[in-house]
């Protein structure tokens, strides 16, 4: 159960793959550019 636990709290921890983009995108290119980073992943997982 301990290990259960702990690979859960890793899983919920750690970003993921558009968080990471967007914070990428953002300390590389500044906080306008990560905006639109952030804004087309929201659209990438909207509904269709």
Same mark, same amino acid.
Request: cysteine-free; aromatic content about 16%; charged content about 35%.
């Given at each position: 159960m301990l290990?259960? @636990?702990v690979a859960s709290v890793i899983v919920v921890a750690s970003p993921g793959p558009g968080a990471t983009f967007t914070i990428a995108t953002t300390a590389s290119q500044g906080w306008r550019l990560g905006w639109f980073a952030a804004l087309g992943c929201? @659209?990438?997982v909207a509904p269709t």
């Open positions: 290990e259960f @636990l929201t @659209l990438d």
